[in-house]
């Protein structure tokens, strides 16, 4: 296996989706790969592509594939070797990829609640006021603590969907605080507590991929592998997994690790909110049976008409 050097004239080819927010991202983890790979800028660049999730704008996410638009261009350009390595948000990744691929590396993760913005507290909103999201968790968590909500489906990058908050088309939306502060907007809405709004899983956490047939590259990135965000991303991923939900199952996961100790949130809920199961577990991260104890443990309790919801 041959190290590989990139220079200028050779460089490492980053392929990222062309949103605001997909672009930061990779310029972040191109940055950490010149750090800690001593490269100058040029030895590291960036080959921004257009998803099937980007080109359709007008349709939940949801109901047009789901994850998978928003990585199999970026999959198809590893495979024609027009990129060497892609950037992902780890929650737009689907937990079952083919071999073919291999994420190697997380970034260090970033803030991982879901803020609030259009009102300053879930109390302040009027009855029956309209929330703009198309992510099933979202709309069940809200409506588990306010039944009166209504909610609309959201499309379109963190620009676009703040202006339609402004331009009072929704009384407030729900955007991850991850993707505003990577867009330079840390000061927007009000960060919800993770007792109240328990995020998706890999929320906040940024995958870089690779053909797994180059193993050199899963050597070369190791040096920005953030190992405390793998291992609790992977456990959330592993939950979501043995509950064998798709994207209009709503889920929510969060997992930290501390020396070996994984300690694991997880919830289910009904599409209305009106059904929710929680639960908490914390086993040795060595110990790949964990998630899956969880998620059994609250399909368990769930009735016949959520459990359905999660059919594996
Ligand atoms: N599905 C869109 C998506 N994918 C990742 C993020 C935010 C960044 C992150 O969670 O790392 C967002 C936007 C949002 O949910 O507000």
């Known amino acids: 296996m041959t190290v590989p050097e990139y220079t200028s004239h050779t460089p490492l080819r980053i392929g990222t989706r062309r ?14 790969i010149r750090q ?3 490269l100058e ?7 921004p592509m257009l998803s099937s999730g980007d080109k359709i704008q007008d349709r939940p996410l949801a109901e047009i594939g789901g994850k998978a ?15 060497d390595i892609a950037v992902h948000s ?22 991982v609640r879901d803020r609030l913005i259009g009102v300053t507290n879930l109390d302040d909103l009027r009855p029956q006021a309209v929330i703009g999201t198309s992510s099933p968790r979202r709309a069940a968590q809200l409506k588990a603590m306010r039944p009166d909500l209504e909610t609309r489906p959201i499309r379109g990058n963190v620009a676009t969907r703040m202006a339609q908050v402004a331009a009072g088309e929704f009384d407030a939306t729900l955007l991850a605080a991850a993707g505003l502060d990577r867009l330079g907007q840390p000061d927007v809405g009000t960060s919800l507590p993770l007792e109240t709004m328990l995020p998706a899983a890999a929320q906040g956490a940024i995958g870089i991929d690779h053909l797994a047939s180059r ?45 070996d100790t994984i300690t694991l949130r997880g919830e289910i809920l009904s599409e209305d909110g009106s059904e929710r199961h929680s639960g908490i577990l914390e086993f040795v991260s060595d110990d790949h049976e964990g998630p899956a104890r969880l998620a059994h443990a609250l399909l368990e309790k769930a009735g016949d008409r959520l459990r359905h919801l999660f059919a594996p």
């Open 215 to 259: 193993d050199e590259l899963a050597v070369f990135l190791q040096a920005v592998n953030h190992p405390a965000t793998f291992t609790a991303v992977t456990a959330e991923r592993a939950f979501l997994e043995a509950l064998g939900g798709n994207c209009h199952s709503p889920v929510a996961a969060h997992a930290t690790c501390n020396a």
């Open 19 to 32: 949103s605001p927010l997909a672009l930061a991202q990779a310029e972040m983890a191109a940055a950490a």
């Open 90 to 111: 780890m929650k737009d990744v689907e937990t079952v990829r083919s071999p073919l691929f291999k994420l190697s590396a997380m970034l260090p993760r970033a803030d």
């Open 41 to 47: 800028e040029s030895a590291v660049i960036l080959v």
């Open 36 to 38: 800690a790979h001593n």
């Open 69 to 83: 638009l928003w990585t199999k261009e970026l999959e198809r350009a590893l495979i024609e070797d027009d990129i």
